[in-house]
């Protein structure tokens, strides 16, 4: 599984950004999609979460109800929408490939990663 990550920059505060993850490879392997961020000198932190079919989520309490984790079916792509961006979420982003299905928030749970967009938010 190859997961290709983009969409980063930089923004102002209170702005929006959609980050995408594509996959490919043997992506019939994926149970589920994760979303992570690492800002410096600060551990990777769990995000965003979403089973497969993208019915089920889960989010990190300090991104509810400004990011949202989706799929692009036809496309086996994967976003990231994240509004009323603050600069407390400057971080590089990663996803992540889960292929047990079982929802974790620890990044040594994850198969597959990513290489990471940067997000810069200006305050």
Do not use: H
Not at 51 to 80: H, M, P
């Amino acid at each position: 599984v190859q997961l290709q990550a983009s969409g980063g920059g930089l923004v102002q505060a209170g702005g929006s950004l959609r980050l995408s993850c594509a996959a490919s490879g043997s992506i019939f392997s994926i149970s589920a999609m994760g979303w992570f961020r690492q800002a410096p000198g600060k551990e990777r932190e769990f995000v965003a979460y979403a089973r497969w079919s993208g019915v089920v989520t889960y989010y990190a309490d300090s991104v509810k109800g400004r990011f949202t984790i989706s799929r692009e079916n036809t496309k086996n792509t994967w976003y990231l929408q994240m509004n009323s961006l603050k600069p407390e979420d400057t971080a590089v982003y990663y996803c992540a490939a889960d292929i047990r299905g079982t929802f974790s928030t620890s990044p040594s749970r994850y198969d597959y990663w990513g290489q990471g967009t940067q997000v810069t938010v200006s305050s």
